[in-house]
């Protein structure tokens, strides 16, 4: 079983091995400027797993993305549907 995905609060999750890891690397990632690289270090087994991890803020700002997109979307239709309706 894989470690869980962490949120970028996360210092520590767990890891498949049922140990502990512990976060070791923030980086950025170039091409994803709405998320940070972090990187994990498990004390017991060795193994380190990387997540891309969203900035605060970053999923409000596709929620309201998506949001704006969709309110478009229905005024288009609405505006459309008046139009042949008359």
Do not use: L, Q
Not at 4 to 14: E, L, S
Not at 56 to 71: E, L, Y
């Amino acid at each position: 079983m894989p470690p869980k995905t962490p949120t970028r609060a996360d210092a520590y999750v767990a890891c498949a091995c049922g140990g502990t890891m512990g976060i070791v690397t923030v980086e950025p990632i170039p091409d994803r400027p709405d998320f940070m690289r972090h990187t994990y270090h498990c004390r017991d087994c060795g193994k380190d797993a990387t997540f891309d991890v969203a900035k605060k803020g970053a999923a409000a700002k596709t929620a309201t993305k998506t949001a704006t997109k969709t309110a478009i979307k229905t005024a288009a239709k609405t505006a459309a549907a008046k139009k042949t309706r008359r």
